[in-house]
């Protein structure tokens, strides 16, 4: 369901949102090899694991996105912070960026891309429906694969998950957390 070509919108997203300290500590892991690979960094502000692109959604419909976080996060919440080990650098030619990427692959963080692109998509939305791939754009814009693509291991840990806006400035994108939604289980209080 598109909005009417007056409706007001916004670029919406769901993402593993780290803590600065994380997006800085990769930022300076990453920085030589992207720089070496003729791509343009992106801000270490800016850092985070996609989990659900929604595009333009009509802003009257934002409490539905919301809603849909909230049971996602009931649905997938765990006893333990989800957290995602990036082992490596890759360029992906076809995109032209370079990523810091995991080992393998994170059960939680695949269900919870799952969960939220599936009721997106049953709500009317037109999530980006590419399987998940647990990875951290370093770099856009790049011309050529790095000679080398290590990285130092970084573990990155999350208490939540978040809806991000998203707006194109003149310097850049320019991202906005609308909402935090828990993935750890609350203890009940004792009665």
Not at 15 to 24: D, F, V
Not at 47 to 56: E, I, N, P, Q
């Amino acid at each position: 369901m598109s909005a009417a070509p007056s409706e007001a919108t916004q670029r919406l997203f769901f993402a593993l949102w780290p803590q600065q300290g994380a997006r800085q500590e990769l930022a300076g892991a990453s920085a030589g090899v992207a720089r070496s690979c003729g791509g343009r960094t992106v801000p270490a502000e800016n850092l985070h694991v996609t989990l659900a692109f929604l595009g333009s959604v009509p802003r009257r419909r934002v409490p539905e996105v919301k809603t849909i976080a909230e049971r996602a996060a009931v649905s997938c919440a765990q006893q333990e912070p989800l957290a995602l080990r990036f082992e490596a650098l890759a360029h992906w030619p076809r995109q032209q960026i370079l990523c810091a990427v995991t080992a393998g692959e994170s059960p939680v963080a695949a269900a919870l891309s799952a969960a939220l692109k599936d009721a997106a998509a049953a709500a009317g939305f037109t999530p980006d429906l590419k399987p998940f791939r647990a990875h951290v754009t370093v770099a856009r814009k790049v011309v050529h694969a790095p000679r080398e693509c290590s990285l130092r291991a970084l573990t990155w840990r999350f208490d939540d998950f978040s809806l991000i806006d998203s707006r194109t400035e003149p310097s850049g994108p320019v991202y906005s957390v609308i909402a935090c939604y828990p993935l750890v289980k609350r203890e009940k209080a004792h009665e």
